[in-house]
């Protein structure tokens, strides 16, 4: 059974950092693309990074490029999402997701929530 | 970027009836491959999302088969043939042909008459 395990979210001051993790499992991991979505409360699906296989390439979206980062360790079968500079309107969940157009499937989320 | 736009964004559903709601890209989501790659995600309430179909009209596995996708180009249409208790929650398109980024709809929410 495919499983994608999020954690690391949390209460963080603006200007703050934070590191969530996704663990995987029930798949070859080191096969997918990997992505992180997120979602405010009440609000719609926003697409935040995307890293290949073996972690060369990488996008960001405008509104997080320069202050998050994305990694993988393909050994822990591990995703990564680097924040810092945290400001408001980062506060979300955070799914992680294998592969949005290939075979999908997302995790169960974990919130981040930034303020003072 | 590639504007995804969805409507209704709100739709009152009558259980049994069907249900139908769309999806306009604001460019065409052929990619240079010939393929298509928009996707409906389904989020029920308090869950995370779930892929129904993919590349316009191929349901995920464990999909109902009342679940439909058509359309090609720029216009796109989620269809339900008879809406269930369970269908209740939010419906997303996205593409995924123009990246970066990943763009997705605003999304339709479907409830209960």
């Known amino acids: 059974e495919v499983q994608l395990v999020e954690s690391g979210g949390g209460l963080v001051q603006p200007g703050g950092s934070l590191r969530l993790s996704c663990a995987a499992s029930?798949?070859?991991?080191?096969?997918?693309?990997m992505h992180w979505v997120r979602q405010a409360p009440g609000k719609g699906l926003v697409w935040v990074s995307r890293?290949?296989?073996?972690?060369?390439?990488?996008n960001y979206a405008d509104s997080v490029k320069g202050r998050f980062t994305i990694s993988r360790d393909n050994a822990k079968n591990t995703l990564y999402l680097q924040m810092n500079s945290l400001r408001a309107e980062d506060t979300a969940v955070y799914y992680c997701?294998?592969?949005?157009?290939?075979?999908?499937?997302w995790g169960q989320g974990t919130l981040v929530t930034v303020s003072s | 970027d590639v504007v995804m736009t969805q409507s209704p964004l709100s739709l009152p559903v009558t259980l049994g009836q069907p249900a139908s709601f769309s999806c306009r890209s604001s460019?065409?989501?052929?990619?240079?491959?010939?393929?298509?790659?928009l996707n409906w995600f389904q989020q029920r309430p308090g869950q995370s999302p779930r892929r129904l179909i993919y590349?316009?009209?191929n349901r995920d596995s464990g999909v109902p088969d009342r679940f439909s996708g058509s359309g090609s180009g720029t216009d796109f249409t989620l269809k339900i043939s008879r809406v269930e208790a369970e269908d209740v929650g939010v419906y997303y398109c996205?593409?995924?042909?123009?990246?970066?980024?990943?763009?997705f709809g605003q999304g339709t929410k479907v409830e209960i008459k």
């Open positions: 996205m593409q995924g042909t123009h990246w970066p980024p990943w763009t």
């Open positions: 590349r316009v009209s």
């Open positions: 997701v294998r592969d949005l157009v290939g075979i999908s499937s």
């Open positions: 029930g798949f070859t991991f080191s096969s997918y693309w």
């Open positions: 890293i290949n296989t073996d972690g060369s390439s990488t």
């Open positions: 460019q065409s989501l052929v990619h240079s491959d010939g393929n298509t790659y």
